[in-house]
Structures are given as C-alpha cells and as structure tokens.
C-alpha cells in the first residue's frame, strides 16, 4: 500500500474518513487489514483515534469529545478541499457529474462506536 497526498486525490477518487470501534485504537490489526482491502480495490483511506484513544491525547471521554473530535476530522478535510468543492462537498460517496464535482467522493464510514460518531458527525 502506498501513500497518497491527501490533496493530489483526483475527481474521481473516493476517500472514506473512518471511524474506529471503543476497542483500542486505529491500529488495531483487524482494523489496518481492513485499509488495505479497501485501498487494493480503490478507495483512500484517512483514520484517526478520539482523544483518549491510542496515542491521542488524554482527556476526559464523553460522547462530546468523540462527536468534536469526528466533525474536526471531517472539517479539516472538507475546508482542505473548499477551493474545488465550493460549499458543498460531496459526502454521498457517489460520483457527481463533472460539471459539479471539483473533488473527491467521500464516505464517512463508522464501525461499531464509531458508526454513532459518523451518524452525529454528518
């Protein structure tokens, strides 16, 4: 698996922005076997741990601080690619006809914990 700048992802690329279960964090094994099956058929992936998680850093978890911490994640993105989308990324993970398209397709995808996060994010 190679890594792609975030910003040279072309139109019809697809980026999932995905957000982990309550166990551990995002490089629990299962879950790093699960990116690569998803970048050999295609899609880039961005992965991050809620504060508290991981290597994050050590505050007081609460639905709050998981919610913040996938909306900043999806913001961050979003705002790298206003220049292309305008005000309107598009976040069905379809493609969009070219003519109203100006970046990648993405999906916010949740596992377990983190399908709560994803559905209060977007």
Do not use: C
Not at 9 to 21: A, R
Not at 25 to 31: T, V
Not at 37 to 64: A, C, M, N, Q
Not at 107 to 116: K, N, P, Q, R
């Amino acid at each position: 698996t190679t890594y792609t700048p975030i910003m040279q992802l072309k139109e019809d690329s697809t980026l999932i922005i995905y957000m982990h279960g309550n166990s551990l964090d995002r490089g629990l094994s299962y879950r790093v076997e699960l990116y690569k099956v998803l970048s050999k058929l295609g899609f880039y992936i961005i992965t991050f741990d809620y504060r508290s998680y991981g290597d994050s850093s050590p505050i007081e978890l609460s639905e709050k601080t998981v919610v913040d911490d996938g909306k900043t994640v999806l913001k961050w993105v979003t705002d790298l690619y206003k220049p292309r989308f305008g005000d309107a990324p598009n976040l069905s993970g379809f493609p969009q006809s070219s003519s109203t398209s100006a970046g990648p397709n993405i999906i916010v995808w949740g596992h377990s914990l983190g399908t709560a996060v994803a559905t209060r994010t977007v």
